[in-house]
Structures are given as structure tokens and as C-alpha cells.
T-cell receptor, first 114, second 115 residues
Framework: ETGVTQTPRHLVMGMTNKKSLKCEQHLGHNAMYWYKQSAKKPLELMFVYSLEERVENNSVPSRFSPECPNSSHLFLHLHTLQPEDSALYLC?????????????FGQGTRLTVV | GDSVTQMEGPVTLSEEAFLTINCTYTATGYPSLFWYVQYPGEGLQLLLKATKADDKGSNKGFEATYRKETTSFHLEKGSVQVSDSAVYFCALSLKIYNQGGKLIFGQGTELSVKP
């Protein structure tokens, strides 16, 4: 149990579908992240939320839309995805404190776009 | 910009062999350094960390020392086991004021340990 829970664990969707990924943490952290992990590629930071405000968007296409309604929940809304968006999507959280902070990861959602 | 570079994998070792996975970084300021491990089908787990120069992080027989002079944080283990087979990620974290820690990862190194 990592303290960060992602649902669903697996998702298959068509290119015209709309779906959402959910992330929940009960660690009392105030920063949350979405990462994309593709085969043979480094982890790509997609979005960062701190105190429920988006502080970073790493040039992610608009077909990915994050939402952070409170400090414990983070969503990634998906629509009109492409097959190359198939990947493992990882959520993480950390505590905003003095010095560099470590992140705690969920187990990820394995997304397949068909 | 800030970045992390790891040795490329895959690394294949026999059980009880000595392990080194090299990691170097580039960063403005004074980052904290981490090693994460990802077992098949799982998310990333923190393995060890060091927050300042000359600190040594250790866990489960793994060690890494924060070397500011060489900007390195190499991962070592004296005797690997089959259960250590996984992908290992080196990462740095920079404090951005009021924005949490910005975590930057290396590309990962796959380790395979054979009986």
C-alpha cells in the first residue's frame, strides 16, 4: 500500500471515447503529479498541481485535461486520444516542504487506445 | 536545464554479483537525489534518498552517496538477488517555492538477475 491509489488499473478505449483516470492520496500531501511512461522512453512529467493550482503543463496536448478538485484527488480527463497515447499513466504526490521532496507513486493505469 | 543521466540497460548479472548503476545529474541549486525502483506491473517505489552533499542513502542492501564534486549518485549493492530484478530510476528533486518538489527522472536502467 503506497498511500496513492489509481483507478482503473487497466483501460482500453477507442479514439472517439471520453474517459477519466482517477488518483487519490491520503498522505496529507499538497502537490500532485501526472506522469506518462511509454515503453523505451523516460518518464514524462505531464502536469503538476500544488495547493490545487496547476503550476506546470509540459506542453501536453489538449486531449489530456487534468482536474484537481481538492488536495486529495486528481483526475486526468481523456478525449479523442491517439494510439500513440497508449502508455502507463502514473500519479504521484509529495509534500511541499523545505528542500527537495520525494514523491509517492500510485501503481498506474495501463491505457490502451485502439 | 536540469537533467539526470543513467547508464543504459539492460544490465544482466548473476546472483550474488556486485551491482553498480551509474547516475549523474545537472541542476541549478542544490537538489535532493533519489533512487526509485519499479517492479514489473507496478508503480515506482522510493528505494533510497540523499538530501545533501556527502550524504549516503541506504535501504535493502542498496547504497548511494551524493557526490557534489562529480555530480553523481551511483547505486551499488554488494550481492544482488533474483528478486532485485526491476527497473531502477535515478531522480533529482528541486524545491520550487510554493510549488512543491519538481521531480526529474533519468531514463531508467533495467536490471535482470539470473540464478
Amino acid at each position: 500500500e503506497t498511500g496513492v491509489t489509481q483507478t482503473p488499473r487497466h483501460l482500453v478505449m477507442g479514439m472517439t471515447n471520453k474517459k477519466s483516470l482517477k488518483c487519490e492520496q491520503h498522505l496529507g500531501h499538497n502537490a500532485m503529479y501526472w506522469y506518462k511512461q511509454s515503453a523505451k522512453k523516460p518518464l514524462e512529467l505531464m502536469f503538476v498541481y500544488s495547493l490545487e493550482e496547476r503550476v506546470e503543463n509540459n506542453s501536453v496536448p489538449s486531449r489530456f485535461s487534468p482536474e484537481c478538485p481538492n488536495s486529495s484527488h486528481l483526475f486526468l480527463h481523456l478525449h479523442t486520444l491517439q494510439p500513440e497515447d497508449s502508455a502507463l499513466y502514473l500519479c504521484a504526490s509529495s509534500q511541499d516542504s523545505g528542500g527537495g521532496t520525494e514523491a509517492f507513486f500510485g501503481q498506474g493505469t495501463r491505457l490502451t487506445v485502439v | 536545464g536540469d537533467s539526470v543521466t543513467q547508464m543504459e540497460g539492460p544490465v544482466t548479472l548473476s546472483e550474488e554479483a556486485f551491482l553498480t548503476i551509474n547516475c549523474t545529474y545537472t541542476a541549478t541549486g542544490y537538489p535532493s537525489l533519489f533512487w526509485y525502483v519499479q517492479y514489473p506491473g507496478e508503480g515506482l517505489q522510493l528505494l533510497l534518498k540523499a538530501t545533501k552533499a556527502d550524504d549516503k542513502g541506504s535501504n535493502k542492501g542498496f547504497e548511494a552517496t551524493y557526490r557534489k564534486e562529480t555530480t553523481s549518485f551511483h547505486l551499488e549493492k554488494g550481492s544482488v538477488q533474483v528478486s532485485d530484478s526491476a527497473v531502477y530510476f535515478c531522480a533529482l528533486s528541486l524545491k520550487i517555492y510554493n510549488q512543491g518538489g519538481k521531480l526529474i527522472f533519468g531514463q531508467g536502467t533495467e536490471l535482470s538477475v539470473k540464478p
